[in-house]
């Protein structure tokens, strides 16, 4: 557990989503940063995994705000398209970001690979790699990974990014379907997070 002084961090991101959902997992006992309190913009990702682009953000965000950060990177794969987009996932969704435009490639590449896409159950995961620096000497990473499916139409209205066209395994709602209260207990961020809550 971080001592008192501590218990400052930024939360590596400028992802609304990703800021919220790791707000509620991070205990209420600590104050918590944002790239915007330091008008810092996102560092160019260029890692070659989910791993190596958490650990880009959470060593810049970490050195320029002089705080411990935790840092997300995380992304949809989909196995019939060969695992894509992946860690491009929220590139995607072009210049901005847009993941209705994401979810519109999502399923004309799918349309391309095969017209019956819809009728049959296309095997995707959501993965996480979650890294924190400047807590200990060498950066400590962790990766959670949800397995599912693509639903054939956006569904829900919560979450964000892919969440209304994932399915998460054994479960028959999207994760924009459920209540975030519960979709928190279950996803890919969630997993990472369980393997490195004891450092805090």
Not at 19 to 37: Q, V
Not at 72 to 84: F, M, N, Q, V, W
Not at 122 to 133: K, M, P, S
Not at 137 to 154: A, D, F, R, W, Y
Request: glycine share 8%.
């Amino acid at each position: 557990m971080l001592k008192k002084k501590n218990r400052e961090i930024i939360v590596g991101s400028n992802n609304t989503g990703k800021i919220k959902e790791i707000r509620e997992l991070l205990p209420k006992s600590y104050k918590i940063f944002t790239p915007n309190d330091f008008n810092l913009r996102d560092p160019k990702e260029n890692g070659k995994s989910f791993v190596e682009n958490s650990l880009i953000k959470a060593k810049y965000y970490s050195i320029k705000s002089g705080k411990i950060c935790i840092a997300d990177d995380s992304g949809l794969e989909i196995d019939y398209l060969d695992k894509a987009p992946g860690i491009f996932s929220a590139r995607w969704g072009g210049r901005n970001g847009n993941f209705n435009i994401a979810i519109k490639k999502v399923f004309r590449e799918l349309n391309k690979k095969d017209k019956e896409w819809r009728n049959k159950k296309i095997v995707a995961r959501f993965v996480c790699a979650l890294t924190i620096c400047g807590l200990k000497e060498k950066p400590i990473h962790s990766l959670g990974i949800v397995q599912g499916s693509i639903s054939n139409k956006k569904k829900g209205r919560n979450g964000f990014g892919y969440d209304p066209i994932f399915i998460p395994k054994s479960r028959t709602l999207t994760f924009a379907q459920m209540k975030p209260s519960k979709k928190y207990k279950i996803d890919h961020r969630f997993m990472a997070f369980k393997k490195i809550k004891k450092f805090f």
